[in-house]
């Protein structure tokens, strides 16, 4: 829903708060919103999901504004549009405007020529600037992502069939040290899953920077096949770290890689997966259902001969996310049925990718009651119960691994409790999100977490004023 503008847009033709918006020098942006706007630093805070001690800090300069989230949140709640801070145009930008000038990209939508030679050259080259780019560079690094059809008709290029080799190559590395290399991914993924964030993301991305040399040698057929197996898992490990860290543009980077790398690889199922954690992108931070949609469509499609239960399941709630984002209930509960049918299918007789054994009936629980709480912030008497009942569910069946997922179920179920009225559940289940969000690094459960903020401040009890300078005291981006 759009709401009007929080200052005089006449307040955004000024060359210094351009300027400072163009800088991400929010100290200098909130100082002039404040004294032309009329705005408070209450406000400020109100509108952009902040507390008012951290607008405090920012423009007292002490804190600095880097991850997309909270820049995001900032375009959104002032009302300043994308372009002016290197964002994509927003969604409640009128579509009637002019279009933005372009920002200069560091990863452009076009990739080249979907040739193994060419990926695993773009794979080296991306990490190992990546690895030596310096903490102010890669501030500047963290918007503008391709959308649209700029982002769609070049992954097309994944539903093509993977590239044969010549058989003819000597091989240098053998089965044994594949499978150490396989191995190394696989732990790479589990650090992820289970605390989110991106305080390993290096040592991925020199692994994946040295599994792309010896690809570059020359390899027998099918080790070379299982050699971009392995940077497409490292590449998608990447990518969910950088999205866990805010990071938009990388995440989208290293996932298009990921994606690359299982063409290359001739891995149908693990291509799909990229294409469902690239939808997840264009959902949670981009409210773009439609291109989420295509691209799931595109996992299903071009998997459809070798997806097995628990995959076909992952992306039947990726759809439903879409629907529901949408705001199409009855295609949302189709796609959460379909999701559980073909759940139902999975067996130990049926060999599944290890990196889908997580996904069992808990993730369908949590998806069905995370997208009804999104239906339930438009209509809570409708919704909201439903919700929480679902996300109790999923708390319930998680395992001890899903450290990052359980901490957004507690955020989820109580914001359920908010919404429902039931202050003392909330309050209780508000504390549980905090502790759980405490072993996790992923900024998004922080961000989630930061939505209870409001809730809090509705009530002047000790116990909300308690949950306030809990929910403050999280670790900040």
């Keep these: 829903m759009t709401t009007p503008p929080q200052f005089d847009t006449a307040l955004l033709d000024r060359p210094d708060l351009q300027r400072a918006l163009a800088e991400h020098d929010f100290a200098a942006a909130f ?26 800090t920012i423009i007292r300069g002490t804190h600095k504004v880097t991850s997309y989230d909270v820049i995001a949140r900032i375009a959104d709640g002032l009302r300043i549009p994308g372009h002016m801070l290197g ?27 979907w040739s ?59 089965t044994r040290e594949v499978e150490q290399l396989e191995e190394t991914a696989r732990v790479m993924r589990q650090w992820d899953r289970r605390h989110g964030g991106g305080l390993r993301r290096r040592a991925v991305l020199g692994q994946l920077a040295e599994v792309a040399d010896a690809a570059a040698e020359h390899q027998a057929e099918d080790i070379a096949r299982r050699l ?20 938009q543009r990388d995440a989208q980077t290293y996932y298009r890689l990921a994606l690359r790398s299982a063409h290359a690889g001739d891995d149908r199922a ?10 997840r992108q264009m959902l949670h931070d981009h409210d773009r ?22 995959v076909s399941a992952m992306l039947y709630t990726r759809e439903a996310w879409c629907y529901a984002s949408a705001g199409r209930v009855g295609a949302f509960r189709r796609a959460i049925d379909q999701a559980s049918e073909a759940l139902a299918e999975a067996s130990p007789s049926i060999e599944e990718p290890y990196w889908i054994g997580y996904f069992g009936p808990s993730e369908v629980a949590g998806v069905a009651g995370n997208r009804l709480l999104t239906l339930a912030r438009r209509e809570p008497a409708r919704f909201a119960e439903e919700a929480s009942t679902a996300i109790r569910t999923a708390v319930e069946q998680r395992g001890p691994e899903g450290v990052k997922s359980r901490a957004l179920d507690l955020a989820g179920l109580a914001e359920c409790s908010w919404l429902l009225g039931d202050t003392r559940s909330a309050l209780e289940q508000t504390h549980q999100a905090a502790n759980a969000a405490e072993a996790t690094q992923a900024s998004q459960v922080r961000a989630k977490l930061m ?16 949950a306030r300078d809990r929910l403050r005291a999280l670790p900040s981006d």
């Design 270 to 279: 693990l291509g799909a997966n990229v294409l469902a954690g690239m939808a």
């Design 116 to 174: 193994p030679a060419a990926t695993r050259e773009r794979v080296a080259r991306v990490t190992r600037n990546d690895l030596l780019m310096d903490r102010r560079t890669a501030t500047r690094s963290l918007v503008g992502i391709a959308m649209g059809a700029s982002l769609l008709d070049d992954v097309e290029e994944w539903l093509t069939p993977a590239p044969k080799g010549d058989g003819r190559r000597v091989g240098r590395l053998g």
């Design 228 to 247: 971009y197996r392995v940077m497409a898992d490292l590449a998608g490990t990447a990518a969910s770290m950088a999205w866990d860290s805010g990071q």
């Design 31 to 56: 100082a002039l919103i404040r004294k032309y706007g009329g705005l408070s630093q209450n406000k400020i805070a109100s509108a952009c999901q902040l507390t008012p001690g951290k607008v405090s």
């Design 451 to 466: 939505r209870l903020y409001p809730y809090t401040a509705r009530y002047s009890t000790p116990e909300a004023r308690e």
């Design 87 to 113: 964002l994509a145009q927003r969604p409640w930008e009128s579509a009637s405007a002019p279009h933005p000038p372009p920002t200069t990209a560091a990863h452009p939508a076009a990739d080249g020529p």
């Design 289 to 310: 259902p439609q291109d989420a949609l295509e691209l799931v469509r595109m996992a299903q499609h071009g998997s459809r001969n070798v997806a097995t239960p628990r």
